[in-house]
């Protein structure tokens, strides 16, 4: 198992950045390579026990369904998702912490690898690093932008 964790700072308000995560449209604006993400469960996003499904794209030739279940949803402090990518299992989620006149986004990331994706664990924390990098790099410029929006 890989554990990752990477903090950034944006100028967006609590409320302002914990909207827009708990928006599930916005989760295909920054996660890496995602092409689409879809609520799959009725009723309202931003609660514990909802589903997504995501699908990845690599090269516009590898395509990789991943499914998110909500697992954790704490007002303007905490959304965390449990997911399955293939043969590998994840535990994902931001922390928010007021700063200043901004907000503190700390995003972490377990992976979990099962079957033949085991044979990737020792890569699992640099693949981990870059996604965590990636990931929070995107939401620092699409929060800005929708907020400028």
């Known amino acids: 198992m890989a554990q990752i964790d990477s903090t950034l700072l944006?100028?967006?308000?609590?409320?302002?950045?914990?909207?827009?995560?708990?928006?599930?449209?916005?989760?295909?604006?920054?996660?890496?390579?995602m092409e689409e993400f879809q609520q799959t469960s009725a009723g309202v996003f931003g609660k514990v026990g909802a589903t997504a499904q995501g699908m990845l794209s690599y090269f516009g030739l590898l395509k990789i369904k991943v499914q998110y279940e909500i697992i954790e949803h704490e007002l303007n402090h905490r959304l965390t998702m449990k997911g399955e990518m293939g043969p590998v299992l994840?535990?994902?989620?931001?922390?928010?912490?007021?700063n200043g006149d901004g907000t503190e986004i700390k995003f972490w990331l377990d992976l979990m690898p099962t079957g033949w994706a085991k044979l990737l664990s020792p890569f699992a924390g640099l693949i981990g690093k870059i996604h965590a990098w990636e990931t929070l790099r995107n939401l620092k410029r699409?929060?800005?932008?929708?907020?400028?929006e």
């Open 10 to 33: 944006v100028r967006q308000s609590l409320t302002e950045v914990f909207a827009f995560l708990n928006a599930p449209e916005s989760h295909a604006r920054f996660i890496p390579n």
């Open 90 to 98: 994840f535990k994902d989620g931001y922390v928010l912490k007021k």
């Open 142 to 148: 699409e929060i800005q932008k929708s907020v400028v």
